[in-house]
């Protein structure tokens, strides 16, 4: 399925939401690929799982090396193909090392929703071209041209994010940031993130974003949802 | 149910009572009255992890255990753990075997694809590449540990065809164990190789380990091997009151994590994530030696591991707590624990 960010795409996501809030038949649930099964990968194919999303999780080898861990470690999840999973989902996480992106095919991502879980680690990663000037989310969407890029689920610990998720309204909520140039995009997200435990921070832009990254005042960091608008507000002033 | 308890030490560099670091040498002269301590206060384990920093001063953790073993005659002692990915497995199996044979048949191995990445630039490996690195290594080492000549090939050392590696242990290959994490496709690894499994534990719920233990039993039976024993290793402290323990612990804890978090990928800890990690459900085990007792109880019991390695000690931290806090290990949460556990 290829999406797309018209105004008409828009108007129907509104009047979807519109409609959700007065009627309690849910929507059906957009279907997630995770890519990686590693520290992350596994965490949010619980998490959405948990939420109720369908979720197919690859590596970049055969579904059958990972099928005891699917089975164990993430009830519930389609262990596939990279390009199988892909080509059946809505939104595609990326949840593996950096220089492990660097080496994936841009059009296996073509026309995608893709949430940049990833995090930029120098030692590891080597340099990156560009960065510096720009956030790591930024490197992953000129890289996926033809893909929409949202920076999410990046800067919660993969050892807190199953721990720290409560339902909406308990009072103890942690939030979770949200950012891309897309609003469409970034509201289906802030959907996700919703949805798996976190109230979500919309942030309107992947260069607001940079803000979510290490070093960050929020990346690691227990935040409520005033605690946290209000810390992304203040690294915007000192940034400004 | 036999369950054994270790202690493990990163030559975390002491400080005086002022609060002065001591040199690095006196550091290591240090660990080793520790491990022959630890001996003495019955724990059944005593492990160096290898590091390359001012803070953790200990590349060559083999030559201190030696020194322990040459002190000692009842406690067994290994690497917590060797950075295999930027090592040769050869040498590595040598210096072990060694070891072995200075002790009389009490050495260990954990081996680590390098979560502290210092070993990488200073012996010239990319750390892009340490996945493969590691892969072919362990393979190479569960091949050296069978004892026999070795033909092996690949890309990571020159090959070796039928190669005689010495010394040959007396009784078989000793105990090796792969630490983990948390990434699963490492737990299969672990299994597929037919290595044990030691589970680092350094943040957040260990009861999210359980699964993890059941994969590696499922995995070993999977690979038609007999089922091997599975260790947590996580960090804490042990005083004479839960108050004492964090008082010691929490400003030593903020301020290493606090130096290594840009690099490793840590959040900065602050005073609620330190009493939630110390707390029930968390990974540090801080406190009175019945605190830390339970702990390990619920936890071991939980992930149905059968040894426990306590990670003691910080950077910071005099020798006179440390030995406390080996003290109170030893001769209180040890058999506290086979109590609760009995």
């Known amino acids: 399925m290829s999406r797309?960010?018209?105004?008409?795409r828009l108007a129907a996501l509104a009047e979807e939401r519109a409609l959700e809030a007065t009627v309690t038949q849910p929507r059906k649930p957009s279907r997630l690929a995770v890519l990686g099964a590693g520290h992350v990968g596994p965490v949010i194919a619980r998490l959405a799982i948990r939420a109720g999303y369908p979720v197919a999780i690859a590596t970049s080898r055969d579904p059958e090396d990972i099928a005891l861990i699917t089975e164990l470690v993430i009830p519930g999840v389609q262990p596939r193909w990279a390009d199988d999973a892909v080509a059946g989902a809505d939104i595609v996480v990326l949840a593996m090392p950096l220089h492990r992106f660097l080496r994936v095919d841009p059009r296996l991502l073509a026309s995608k929703l893709v949430v940049d879980a990833m995090n930029y680690w120098p030692a590891t990663d080597g340099v990156l071209q560009g960065l510096g000037e720009s956030g790591s989310s930024e490197i992953v969407a000129r890289r996926l041209a033809g893909s929409t890029v949202v920076k999410a689920l990046n800067h919660i610990g993969y050892h807190e994010l199953e721990d720290q998720a409560r339902p909406a309204g308990a009072s103890d909520r942690r939030a979770a940031g949200v950012a891309g140039d897309d609003p469409a995009a970034v509201a289906e997200i802030a959907d996700l993130v919703d949805?798996?435990?976190y109230d979500p921070v919309r942030l309107d832009s992947l260069r607001r974003g940079r803000v979510l990254e290490a070093g960050g005042p929020v990346f690691g960091a227990v935040l409520t949802l005033p605690e946290f608008e209000r810390a992304v507000r203040e690294a915007a002033g000192s940034l400004a | 149910m036999t369950y054994t308890f270790g202690l493990d030490t990163f030559g975390d560099r002491n400080s005086d009572a002022e609060g002065q670091s001591l040199s690095h040498a006196q550091t290591i002269r240090n660990v080793v009255e520790e491990g022959v301590f630890a001996e003495q206060a019955g724990v059944d384990f005593f492990g160096i992890g290898e590091h390359h920093t001012g803070y953790f001063p200990m590349p060559a953790g083999d030559v201190v255990l030696a020194a322990i073993a040459a002190r000692t005659d009842r406690i067994r002692l290994g690497s917590a753990v060797t950075v295999l990915s930027s090592d040769d497995p050869v040498r590595v199996f040598q210096r072990y075997s060694t070891l072995n044979a200075i002790s009389g048949g009490r050495a260990e191995v954990i081996l680590g694809r390098g979560s502290s990445i210092e070993s990488f630039p200073l012996f010239g490996y990319d750390l892009a590449d340490y996945e493969e690195l590691f892969d072919e290594k362990a393979t190479l080492f569960a091949e050296l540990l069978k004892g026999g000549p070795v033909t092996w090939e690949g890309k990571t050392r020159a090959p070796l065809l039928n190669q005689d590696v010495v010394p040959h242990t007396e009784s078989g290959p000793f105990p090796a164990w792969i630490g983990v994490g948390g990434n699963p496709q490492s737990v299969i690894r672990a299994?597929?190789?037919?290595?044990?499994?030691?589970?680092?534990?350094?943040?957040?719920?260990p009861a999210r380990f359980a699964a993890y233990s059941e994969l590696f039993q499922r995995a070993l039976d999977k690979f038609g091997r007999p089922p091997r024993p599975v260790l947590v290793h996580s960090p804490g402290h042990v005083a004479a009151s839960d108050e004492h323990a964090k008082a010691e612990f929490w400003p030593r804890w903020r301020d290493v994590i606090t130096l290594v978090a840009?690099?490793?990928?840590?959040?900065?800890?602050t005073r609620e994530s330190f009493e939630r990690e110390a707390g029930p459900h968390g990974a540090l085990y801080v406190g009175s030696p019945d605190t830390v007792a339970r702990k390990i109880a619920t936890n071991l019991r939980d992930l149905a591991a059968t040894r426990f390695d306590l990670k003691y000690g910080l950077p910071g931290m005099t020798h006179d707590q440390l030995m406390t806090n080996i003290e109170l290990y030893g001769h209180q949460v040890i058999p506290r624990v086979r109590e609760l556990l009995s």
């Open chain 1, 4 to 8: 797309t960010s018209t105004p008409d």
């Open chain 1, 195 to 197: 949805r798996i435990g």
């Open chain 2, 191 to 205: 299994a597929r190789l037919g290595f044990s499994l030691a589970l680092a534990i350094i943040g957040g719920p």
């Open chain 2, 262 to 269: 840009p690099e490793r990928g840590f959040a900065i800890p």
